[in-house]
């Protein structure tokens, strides 16, 4: 309150009368610079804040201007994009277009080809109509052709029974009796000539020395040729190989096809047979069973199955590397096999193989010299016999049956020609032909390459086997004994014990037919039957 007072005495003046002009002035000055003041601040705060809010506008604008920027390029971009899918779906549509009026034609087509078709089996159906009734006229035709010979049949055996005084068992029984009579008499002529046979030993002594002495003077050829060795480890070994009552050596004869020839020679079995791969599978026979001490039938048929796979290989490795040494590649597998067979096979007693590879070498030699294809005429000369592989198993000369072979595995026109001309059946038309006909007969004509005598008596073996093979139920048959013998293996299922009689006889007339030969052959029928079972 004090303040106050003194404060409005001031207003009023010091003398306190007070000067109220003064006072007022003072109070309007104070109120004027204090608004000034207000004014000023105003102004500066005015100021601030516009300056504030253009830079803010200023932003905004650039800010807008961006995002007008930004709009206005991704639009580009999207019509762009618009546009590119526009003609990609266009383009489509064409193809789409395009691919169905493709379709539509083929189908046209089609149907046209469909309504041709069903026109055609219209047709036939129509031509098979009339060729089923024809037909059917036909058999109601053939019945009654065939009524009337079964009846023209019963009335001839009614007639023959009436004129025989006899019936169809009687005439059998009849036929039976014949037979029977004159396989008696068969039996007492050769009883008879094994008598006089014994009776003329004495005579034949002579000969038969003289015989011998003359086979000893070609032992050295026979035994390289038609007979193989086999040592054993002891004498014991031998009674072994023979078996039980011979059941060992009688099946290893059996399953190989060989003859076993067991004498006093020490430590020694001898396999005679004509055919080496045969000679050969029971040569390993016998050494694997020595070796393996087991010797039963079912051991040896084992061992012979294993051995003769052995030698399917071997032939196969043989054939290769006749094809490698001839620098001939490019050969079908089957010819490969079909060569090494050659290894086992020769020819007036050459070996087919060798022959073959000195066939190519001269072919090949020769061509260089006259210009020709030396890779022909090689290949030519490797494959000229081919066919003596199989030539006794198919019909047909060795040429022709080299020539089918050539076809059927799409050998070179060329190397086939080859092959058909180098005997002279056609005329060669090329130089490679020449040439390879030319060393052929280098090869078989040089000096001690071919004796004739084995290959007749080869020849003459295998044709006695393809007598005793061309009766029905015969599963396999061995020429041996130098040809002087044929065991011939019936099917049991197929012939009974009575037919074996009756087709020793009729191998027996056949071969007196149809084959040159020395002395006698004895034909030995064998029929066999086995039953396996196993226990458990």
């Known amino acids: 309150m004090?303040?106050?007072?003194?404060?409005?005495?001031?207003?009023?003046?010091?003398?306190?009368?007070?000067?109220?002009?003064?006072?007022?002035?003072?109070?309007?000055?104070?109120?004027?610079?204090?608004?000034?003041?207000?004014?000023?601040?105003?102004?500066?705060y005015k100021s601030y804040t516009k300056k504030t809010v253009g830079g803010v506008k200023e932003e905004c604008e650039r800010m807008k201007k961006e995002a007008r920027d930004e709009s206005k390029t991704y639009l580009k971009e999207v019509k762009e994009e618009q546009n590119r899918l526009r003609k990609e779906l266009d383009n489509q549509s064409r193809e789409q277009k395009a691919e169905i009026a493709r379709n539509e034609q083929r189908v046209a087509q089609r149907e046209d080809q469909l309504i041709k078709r069903e026109m055609a089996i219209d047709k036939k159906s129509d031509l098979i109509d009339e060729k089923k009734k024809q037909l059917e006229s036909k058999e109601r035709e053939l019945d009654e052709i065939e009524q009337e010979l079964q009846n023209a049949h019963a009335n001839m055996l009614s007639e023959l029974e009436k004129v025989a005084k006899l019936s169809q068992d009687e005439a059998k029984q009849i036929l039976m009796d014949e037979l029977l009579d004159e396989?008696?008499?068969?039996?007492?002529?050769?009883?008879?000539?094994?008598?006089?046979?014994?009776?003329?030993?004495?005579?034949?002594?002579?000969?038969?020395?003289?015989?011998?002495?003359i086979q000893r003077c070609s032992a050295d050829h026979a035994s390289e040729i038609a007979v193989s060795v086999v040592e054993l480890p002891n004498e014991d070994m031998k009674g072994r190989l023979i078996g039980r009552v011979g059941r060992n050596i009688r099946a290893i004869e059996n399953s190989t096809?060989?003859?076993?020839?067991?004498?006093?020679?020490?430590?020694v079995v001898t396999v005679s047979g004509f055919d080496p791969v045969r000679r050969e599978i029971a040569k390993l026979t016998i050494e694997r069973l020595v070796s393996d001490g087991r010797i039963h039938p079912a051991k040896i048929e084992e061992t012979v199955e294993k051995v003769k796979r052995e030698i399917e290989q071997q032939m196969k490795e043989a054939g290769e590397n006749a094809a490698f040494e001839a620098n001939v590649y490019g050969l079908h597998p089957e010819i490969i096999k079909l060569l090494g067979r050659l290894k086992y096979r020769t020819s007036y007693g050459q070996n087919v193989l060798k022959h073959s590879l000195e066939v190519s070498y001269l072919a090949g030699m020769m061509a260089a010299e006259l210009g020709a294809d030396?890779?022909?005429?090689?290949?030519?000369?490797?494959?000229?016999?081919?066919?003596?592989?199989?030539?006794?198993?198919?019909?047909?000369?060795?040429?022709?049956?080299?020539?089918?072979?050539?076809?059927?595995?799409?050998?070179?026109?060329?190397?086939?020609?080859?092959?058909?001309?180098?005997?002279?059946?056609?005329?060669?038309?090329t130089l490679e032909a020449i040439i390879v006909q030319a060393a052929d007969s280098i090869s078989g004509a040089r000096p001690g390459a071919r004796r004739e005598s084995l290959e007749n008596y080869v020849k003459r073996l295998e044709k006695l086997e393809g007598v005793?093979?061309?009766?029905?139920?015969?599963?396999?048959?061995?020429?041996?004994?130098?040809?002087?013998?044929?065991?011939?293996?019936?099917?049991?299922?197929?012939?009974?014990?009575?037919a074996t009689t009756f087709m020793a006889k009729e191998i027996?007339?056949?071969?007196?037919?149809?084959?040159?030969?020395?002395?006698?052959?004895?034909?030995?029928?064998?029929?066999?039957?086995?039953?396996?079972?196993?226990?458990?």
């Not at 096809?257 to 430590?267: H, N, R």
């Not at 041996?480 to 014990?497: C, L, S, T």
Request: proline content about 2%; overall charge negative.
């Open 257 to 267: 096809g060989v003859d076993l020839i067991i004498d006093d020679t020490p430590d």
């Open 374 to 429: 030396v890779k022909i005429a090689k290949r030519a000369g490797l494959l000229h016999d081919i066919g003596k592989a199989v030539d006794h198993e198919v019909e047909g000369t060795h040429v022709t049956i080299g020539v089918e072979i050539a076809k059927k595995f799409k050998e070179q026109r060329s190397v086939i020609h080859a092959i058909e001309a180098h005997h002279g059946d056609v005329e060669p038309q």
């Open 183 to 213: 396989a008696k008499k068969d039996a007492v002529v050769k009883v008879k000539e094994i008598e006089q046979k014994a009776k003329d030993e004495a005579d034949k002594k002579a000969k038969n020395i003289i015989g011998l002495a």
């Open 508 to 536: 027996a007339k056949k071969i007196e037919a149809e084959l040159e030969y020395p002395g006698q052959i004895k034909v030995n029928v064998i029929r066999e039957v086995r039953q396996v079972e196993y226990a458990k």
């Open 2 to 44: 004090k303040f106050s007072m003194n404060c409005f005495d001031f207003l009023l003046g010091a003398d306190g009368n007070g000067n109220i002009g003064w006072a007022i002035g003072l109070v309007l000055a104070v109120i004027l610079c204090l608004g000034g003041g207000i004014g000023i601040g105003i102004l500066i």
């Open 468 to 498: 005793a093979n061309s009766f029905d139920g015969v599963e396999q048959s061995y020429a041996i004994q130098a040809g002087r013998e044929i065991r011939v293996i019936v099917k049991p299922e197929v012939v009974n014990d009575e």
